[in-house]
């Protein structure tokens, strides 16, 4: 069943903390799924934008210790981008790729409850056909890797792909 709850707050002004701002501009991003509104303060006439986001529901994310906490969107985007660091990929690659997660997430789930094993097997799967750099990356953490041949038996189940597809950006200086 679609849940929709729909929850007013009041806009913060960032600059002088008035609630009194009017929406100078809207548009959608994102395929629609965001809505970002170009907001002015009244009180101090400075502009800053905010983003609306579709919820279908509060999740709950059950980690491997028990302990349950709500999903965080955010959480999700930093530790993608983390595993994409230094390589070809933007930030609205990994909000698309977030958004898609949490999108499955919340109509895939027969309730508000989901494992945190799902989300490192929804956000491995992604990243695998996104940057299979960023996918190793992500999964020796996840995974928690702990010796080489951990490394070696994942690298081995990657698909072959065009080794001039996956470019690895070296750092300038060289530690041997």
Do not use: H
Request: aromatic share 6%; hydrophobic share 35%; with cysteine.
């Amino acid at each position: 069943m679609l849940e929709i709850s729909l929850t007013l707050s009041v806009m913060r002004c960032p600059y002088c903390n008035s609630t009194d701002s009017r929406v100078a501009d809207s548009r959608p991003d994102s395929g629609d799924a965001v809505i970002r509104r170009r907001r002015v303060c009244n009180q101090c006439g400075a502009k800053f934008t905010t983003v609306e986001r579709i919820q279908m529901r509060d999740l709950l994310v059950v980690k491997n210790s028990g302990k349950t906490e709500p999903f965080d969107r955010e959480k999700l985007f930093r530790s993608i981008k983390l595993a994409c660091r230094n390589r070809d990929v933007r930030d609205e690659q990994i909000d698309r790729l977030v958004a898609s997660i949490q999108r499955r997430l919340e109509t895939e789930s027969a309730d508000d409850t989901v494992t945190s094993a799902q989300v490192g097997q929804m956000v491995s799967d992604s990243l695998l056909n996104l940057d299979p750099i960023a996918f190793i990356r992500f999964v020796s953490v996840y995974r928690k890797f702990s010796r080489v041949s951990d490394f070696k038996k994942i690298i081995s189940q990657i698909p072959e792909a065009d080794e001039n597809a996956i470019v690895c950006k070296l750092p300038k200086t060289s530690l041997f």
